[in-house]
């Protein structure tokens, strides 16, 4: 515990607090959206401890919490914000006024009621919101958005707006035939092609690329020019129930766990992979949820 502790405070102090103070136009923000096709695999539990690698890692990493209905961002870290985005779209804070912060250097954006309030403000309110972001750009490296799960308008909203999706599935048969689901819905509604898919809570690394072969194969069939990635696996391990009882992410909890290896392998794997060509800023993000 304390050497994680002693890698991440000395990887953000390599870090300037602000590149564009000091001249230096930062890298593009990397946006990954993280959907399940059912609830009950872990995806929240995913977001958070990647996000805790990537804070290791000296990332300045952004949560936003956009599962609308049931948030789970905040229980999972024993946090209870009193305001939320909602408060920001409507004039009463200021962005940062409502982040939240969680373990290390990790921010949250707690959600808001519902995505209507986003395409309720006028043309003056969004630019002004956005506007808002172009500040807190300079302080994010990768936005992870923690959608909920299912297909609903909210959840295809969300994964729209993204330029990176990752699908959470377990070896449950609901778990992959509702993931798949989920993918088809994206491909043949809305032409999104590329997906990273991550086997959660599996015995092996075989299990985790078995998973992924099936859908693969179901995908390549009836699915044409759909590109699948497996992302990799993160292994069953009963540390992570307890670290949920601790309210705690399993990386800081029980950092030498298995399944808390496997986030911080997972997180260096994606870290060096190239993100998709269309990858854009978090303003690119929220311009497609605001629909400027």
């Given at each position: 515990?304390?050497?994680?502790?002693?890698?991440?405070?000395?990887?953000?102090?390599?870090?300037?607090?602000?590149?564009?103070?000091?001249?230096?136009?930062?890298?593009?923000?990397?946006?990954?959206?993280?959907?399940?096709?059912?609830?009950?695999?872990?995806?929240?539990?995913?977001?958070?401890?990647?996000?805790?690698?990537?804070?290791?890692?000296?990332?300045?990493?952004?949560?936003?919490?956009?599962?609308?209905?049931?948030?789970?961002?905040?229980?999972?870290?024993?946090?209870?914000?009193?305001?939320?985005?909602?408060?920001?779209?409507?004039?009463?804070?200021?962005?940062?006024?409502?982040?939240?912060?969680?373990?290390?250097?990790?921010?949250?954006?707690?959600?808001?009621?519902?995505?209507?309030?986003?395409?309720?403000?006028?043309?003056?309110?969004?630019?002004?919101?956005?506007?808002?972001?172009?500040?807190?750009?300079?302080?994010?490296?990768?936005?992870?958005?923690?959608?909920?799960?299912?297909?609903?308008?909210?959840?295809?909203?969300?994964?729209?707006?993204?330029?990176?999706?990752?699908?959470?599935?377990?070896?449950?048969?609901?778990?992959?035939?509702?993931?798949?689901?989920?993918?088809?819905?994206?491909?043949?509604?809305?032409?999104?092609?590329?997906?990273?898919?991550?086997?959660?809570?599996?015995?092996?690394?075989?299990?985790?690329?078995?998973?992924?072969?099936?859908?693969?194969?179901?995908?390549?069939?009836?699915?044409?020019?759909?590109?699948?990635?497996?992302?990799?696996?993160?292994?069953?391990?009963?540390?992570?129930?307890?670290?949920?009882?601790?309210?705690?992410?399993?990386v800081e909890a029980?950092?030498?766990?298995?399944?808390?290896?496997?986030?911080?392998?997972?997180?260096?794997k994606i870290r060096?992979?190239?993100?998709?060509?269309?990858?854009?800023?978090?303003?690119?993000?929220?311009?497609?949820?605001?629909?400027?």
């Open positions: 515990m304390d050497q994680a502790l002693g890698l991440r405070e000395t990887n953000h102090q390599r870090l300037p607090q602000n590149s564009r103070e000091l001249g230096v136009v930062p890298p593009p923000v990397r946006v990954i959206c993280v959907s399940s096709g059912k609830g009950g695999v872990g995806k929240s539990n995913v977001v958070v401890n990647l996000a805790c690698a990537f804070d290791l890692m000296g990332k300045k990493v952004l949560i936003l919490d956009a599962d609308l209905g049931l948030a789970n961002i905040d229980v999972l870290l024993g946090l209870a914000p009193k305001e939320n985005i909602s408060h920001v779209l409507e004039g009463k804070r200021q962005l940062r006024e409502v982040l939240v912060s969680g373990p290390g250097h990790i921010r949250i954006m707690p959600a808001s009621s519902g995505v209507q309030e986003l395409t309720r403000l006028t043309d003056e309110q969004k630019l002004q919101f956005l506007q808002l972001l172009d500040e807190l750009e300079a302080d994010v490296d990768i936005l992870l958005v923690d959608t909920g799960a299912g297909i609903s308008d909210t959840v295809l909203y969300f994964n729209l707006a993204a330029q990176e999706r990752v699908v959470v599935v377990t070896p449950e048969p609901t778990s992959l035939t509702d993931a798949y689901a989920l993918i088809k819905v994206l491909y043949t509604r809305h032409g999104e092609r590329h997906f990273r898919i991550l086997a959660n809570s599996v015995h092996s690394e075989k299990a985790g690329k078995s998973i992924f072969a099936q859908m693969s194969k179901v995908a390549d069939h009836f699915l044409d020019g759909i590109s699948l990635d497996y992302l990799g696996s993160i292994p069953h391990d009963p540390n992570v129930p307890r670290a949920v009882l601790q309210q705690r992410p399993l029980f950092p030498n766990a298995p399944a808390a290896k496997a986030f911080i392998t997972l997180a260096e060096k992979s190239a993100p998709h060509p269309n990858n854009g800023t978090v303003q690119f993000f929220w311009k497609r949820l605001l629909k400027v």
